[in-house]
T-cell receptor, first 113, second 114 residues
Framework: DQQVKQNSPSLSVQEGRISILNCDYT??????FLWYKKYPAEGPTFLIS?????DKNEDGRFTVFLNKSAKHLSLHIVPSQPGDSAVYFC????????????FGPGTRLSVLP | DSGVTQTPKHLITATGQRVTLRCSPR?????VYWYQQSLDQGLQFLIQ???????AKGNILERFSAQQFPDLHSELNLSSLELGDSALYFC?????????????FGPGTRLTVL
């Protein structure tokens, strides 16, 4: 049973437009969420995080929104750039999980020039 | 470059064999984590070590084991390999254990079991 879901395996966006990547979770105990980005032949790299006490966190072109009642979070990238083309993983954690994150299956973003 | 190194990059072996994957964490990081990524799957947490001691276990098979040495490098041992063990294996490290410490990932080891 997947506790963290990313229902879109892939997404294509035009350069300069907004990319919206979605993530849903089932475990209401999750209270910390992260997005990781992964390029081919590299390990995932941390992008942005959000705690459940917030509903929005912004870092430059990247904003993560959290809707706890819907158990849904999204990553917005504005404006999208070709270098953003990668696989994006959503991950969640809870106090009783310690440092252990549950990852979603990933969404492959392609930003077209 | 995350500062986490993993060797080897690629490993091809046969069913029933045993392999060892190696990970060196970032300098100063005490926690090491192992993840498995199968085709089209997210990263599955396997096991965590902190300063030489096992801290948490995830979906790790009994055929798999790991350890963290005094110099903080870690090894993941996979035995009696099956075709389904073919995957990318990632190691990550963080400075401490406990909540919400960013994990830095290595480039992974791609294991192919024939």
């Amino acid at each position: 049973d997947q506790q963290v879901k990313q229902n879109s395996p892939s997404l294509s966006v035009q350069e300069g437009r907004i990319s919206i990547l979605n993530c849903d979770y089932t475990n209401s105990m999750f209270d910390y969420f992260l997005w990781y980005k992964k390029y081919p032949a590299e390990g995932p790299t941390f992008l942005i995080s959000i705690s459940s006490i917030k509903d929005k966190n912004e870092d430059g072109r990247f904003t993560v929104f959290l809707n706890k009642s819907a158990k849904h979070l999204s990553l917005h990238i504005v404006p999208s750039q070709p270098g953003d083309s990668a696989v994006y993983f959503c991950a969640a954690s809870a106090r009783n999980y310690g440092q252990n994150f549950v990852f979603g299956p990933g969404t492959r973003l392609s930003v077209l020039p | 470059d995350s500062g986490v190194t993993q060797t080897p990059k690629h490993l091809i072996t046969a069913t029933g064999q045993r392999v060892t994957l190696r990970c060196s964490p970032r300098s100063g990081d005490l926690s090491v984590y192992w993840y498995q990524q199968s085709l089209d799957q997210g990263l599955q947490f396997l096991i965590q070590y902190y300063n030489g001691e096992e801290r948490a276990k995830g979906n790790i098979l009994e055929r798999f084991s790991a350890q963290q040495f005094p110099d903080l490098h870690s090894e993941l041992n996979l035995s009696s390999l099956e075709l389904g063990d073919s995957a990318l294996y990632f190691c990550a490290s963080s400075a401490r254990t406990g909540l919400y410490n960013e994990q830095f990932f290595g480039p992974g080891t791609r294991l192919t079991v024939l």
